[in-house]
């Protein structure tokens, strides 16, 4: 079974940075691009990056262009997101998902997704 | 910023049948970027709905139909159950090759 577990999230102050990660299992990862994804409490769906297989092919919304990175360690089948320079209205429930292809291209979709982790920046 | 428009609510009755509009632009839908579907239950992570436009994944039921036309896409749920309340939302791509998501819609069973 696929299975993409978040962790990192927390209380943040505005400024500040923080690391989420996203443990990957049931497939092999370096198969596939992976995708960040944000949900503010009570508001839609935002992609936020994407990376492909091989860390080749890298994209940012423009929300969080220059602030955050994303990254991958095939050998630990896991996801980063380093978050810096946090704003309130990065807020949000993120979630890891998989694309269905190798990279990040147009026309592919998600899945699955995580169960999300909680970022809240507040001072 | 949401660049993929969806009404807000639909709300139908059990056993009617629903549709959710996905209304994009010539540089996303139009560009011929296909559309895919996900449905979000209540206090739980997406779940992919229908992909490529009108492709149902294994184990979804056929009462959920997706279809596109030129810079809008559809999703149709015939006879309604209390189950199919959730959020539903479209996802496409951009000119800049982006991810881009629709509003999200609100599906009601009175």
């Known amino acids: 079974e696929v299975q993409l577990v978040e962790s990192g999230g927390g209380l943040v102050q505005p400024g500040r940075s923080l690391r989420l990660s996203c443990a990957a299992s049931?497939?092999?990862?370096?198969?596939?691009?992976m995708h960040w994804v944000r949900q503010a409490p009570g508001k839609g769906l935002e992609w936020v990056s994407g990376?492909?297989?091989?860390?080749?092919?890298?994209g940012y919304a423009d929300s969080v262009k220059g602030r955050f990175t994303i990254s991958r360690d095939n050998a630990k089948n896991s996801l980063y997101l380093q978050m810096n320079s946090l704003r309130a209205e990065d807020t949000a429930l993120y979630y890891c998902?998989?694309?269905?292809?190798?990279?990040?291209?147009?026309?592919?979709?998600?899945?699955?997704w995580g169960q999300g982790t909680l970022v809240t920046v507040s001072s | 910023q949401s660049v993929l428009t969806q009404p807000p609510s639909v709300s139908g009755a059990p056993g009617q049948r629903v549709t959710i509009s996905c209304t994009g632009s010539?540089?996303?839908?139009?560009?011929?970027?296909?559309v895919h579907w996900y449905q979000q239950l209540p206090g739980t992570a997406p779940k992919l709905l229908i992909y490529?436009?009108?492709n149902r994944p294994s184990g979804v039921p056929d009462r959920f139909s997706g279809s596109k036309s030129g810079t809008s896409a559809s999703l149709a749920i015939t006879g309604l159950q209390a189950e199919d309340e959730a959020d539903y939302y479209c996802?496409?791509?951009?000119?800049?090759?982006?991810?881009?998501f629709g509003t999200g819609t609100k599906v009601t069973v009175l």
């Open positions: 998902a998989k694309d269905i292809g190798s990279i990040a291209a147009a026309g592919n979709w998600f899945d699955p």
């Open positions: 049931g497939f092999t990862f370096d198969d596939y691009a």
């Open positions: 990376i492909s297989w091989n860390s080749g092919s890298i």
């Open positions: 010539s540089s996303n839908i139009g560009a011929g970027y296909d």
């Open positions: 490529g436009n009108s």
């Open positions: 996802q496409s791509y951009d000119s800049s090759l982006s991810a881009v």
